[in-house]
């Protein structure tokens, strides 16, 4: 036996020491996430992980030569694999210019009544939105009976909860409080941030309030053509989730449900915060589903709740894509956290194109981010999205569910999302993994149980 093979033996058994128990770990984290293909692959690795752990124990001397080349090999994939993300360039953050016209998105669009002045003079104004949008009018609708998943139970209550979210918009803005609070800013954006958690937030940031944060022009309601006035300096951003389980069913109408419940959520906290602040001597207003001043998906990136990725949502670095957020703009000067930009999901995202490859609409892209405006990012084709959504009777969010970031939040793949972060030569394995375990193309769940109806 040469001097070198204890270190070998060592090496080659530890690796499959670590694969085991990775295999194991995958193996019950995808029988609790009832995902029973990804369980079975783990399983019948198991054997070769195991196989790989006793090798260098139960080899004939005469095929030592075996055990170094297989340590060779772990080595070098090692060294490859692991090299950290500070060896590597980063790339610049891309800073959004010039504001959006609230008009202009789908939810303002599909509001508008042929025949009326309002439909008239937009179209004049954007015609080249009026064939998709006379496209999409001639579709079932959200939550339409006739639409592709409907559903007696979900859609109605669904509908039930948008209507109190809508409630709610009564709370977004009011009168300011005359007796403005002695105590400082800083204690009260940390009651905020611990009080937001309790009520059900996962992260909470804030930020700056920059000129590309707010629409331009109102687009809903009567709101309609109205300059928005950019008139705080500050915001409190903040996450809450989406079930998995519901996400799972995608496009089936658990999502829909899911995505009522978490808007109503994140309304009710936007607004008792904002509530709470005009108490205090603060202008302050909430801006939550159907009412928004603001792009909240970049407000809650410049608080450094995520990033946004190829399918144009923000990605959280625990849950991914799979929460809804809300926003409160205030005058009260928060204390902000300088920006702490993560490029390592724009990379992982020009790998994966997962989102694209399961899209029922057709909406994503597959190409490498692009020059829009200045700046680089991808776009995705709303007037598609949109039309899917009226077929379906959802909000689809297959995007959501396909992506490997949104799988839970448990030891399993908080790891693989912490090795992605870290080692970039590490992000196109995991996406051949993720690919392995659950399918390039995947697989949506049935609905739940307690969703039976005659
Ligand atoms: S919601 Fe559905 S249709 Fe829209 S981009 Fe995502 S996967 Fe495509
Ligand atoms: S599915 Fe892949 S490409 Fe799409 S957003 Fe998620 S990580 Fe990015």
């Known amino acids: 036996m040469s001097s070198t093979m204890p270190i070998s033996q060592l090496i080659v058994s530890a690796t499959g020491l670590i694969l085991t128990l990775t295999l194991v770990l995958m193996c019950i984290t995808s029988l609790t996430e009832n995902q029973k293909k990804a369980a079975i692959k783990a399983t019948t690795l198991l054997p070769i992980a195991f196989a790989l752990m006793i090798l260098p124990f139960s080899i004939n001397e005469s095929y030592i030569w075996m ?51 309002r439909y008239n003079e937009y179209y004049k104004e954007f015609p080249e939105h009026l ?3 006379e496209a999409f009018r001639r579709l079932p609708g959200l939550l339409s009976p006739s639409s592709k998943f409907y559903h007696p139970f979900a859609f109605p209550a669904s509908g039930a909860i948008f209507n109190i979210v809508d409630s709610l918009h009564a709370f977004v803005d009011g009168k300011t409080s005359e007796a403005k609070t002695k105590q400082s800013p800083d204690k009260i954006a940390s009651f905020i941030k611990e009080w937001a958690k309790k009520s059900g937030a996962l992260s909470v940031g804030f930020t ?17 053509g109205v300059p928005i006035e ?7 951003a903040f996450t809450v989730e989406m079930s998995h389980q519901m996400v799972q069913s995608a496009p089936k109408s658990s999502i829909i449900l899911e995505s009522a419940t978490q808007y109503l959520n994140a309304g009710i906290i936007a607004t008792q915060i904002a509530e709470f602040l005009r108490g205090l001597g603060f202008e302050s207003r909430a801006h939550i589903d159907g009412n928004y001043q603001v792009v909240a998906p970049l407000v809650a990136r ?52 997962k989102c694209s ?21 991808w776009q995705i084709d709303s007037d598609k999205c949109f039309n899917y959504w009226n077929q379906a009777g959802t909000d689809c969010g297959r995007c959501m569910n396909s992506c490997p ?21 590490f992000r196109y394995w ?24 005659n």
């Open 357 to 377: 490859t399961n899209c029922p609409g057709n909406a994503i892209s597959d190409q490498p981010a692009q020059s829009l405006n200045d700046v680089i990012r």
């Open 405 to 425: 970031y949104s799988h839970p939040n448990n030891l399993m793949h908080n790891l693989v999302r912490w090795t992605i972060r870290n080692f970039p030569n």
């Open 67 to 117: 055990i170094h080349i297989l340590t060779s090999i772990i080595i070098i994939s090692g060294i490859y694999l692991f090299i950290p993300r500070p060896f590597f360039k980063s790339n610049q953050e891309s800073i959004p210019k010039g504001k959006l016209d609230e008009r202009t998105i789908m939810f303002a669009r599909k509001e508008l009544t042929p025949g009326t002045d």
């Open 131 to 133: 064939k998709d949008d």
């Open 230 to 236: 950019a008139n705080h300096t500050h915001s409190i």
């Open 208 to 224: 700056e309030m920059k000129d590309y944060h707010w629409y331009s022009t109102g687009g809903r309601g009567d709101r309609y």
């Open 302 to 353: 410049d608080a450094n709740l995520g990033e946004i990725g190829r399918m144009g949502l923000l990605m959280t670095p625990k849950y991914g894509p799979r929460v809804r957020i809300g926003v409160i703009t205030t005058n009260l000067p928060l204390p902000v956290e300088s920006r702490n930009y993560d490029d390592s999901v724009e990379d992982f995202c020009e790998k994966c194109q």
């Open 430 to 453: 995991a996406v051949k993994m993720d690919d392995f375990f659950y399918g390039r193309k995947t697989r949506t769940q049935k609905l739940p149980q307690w969703f039976d109806a």
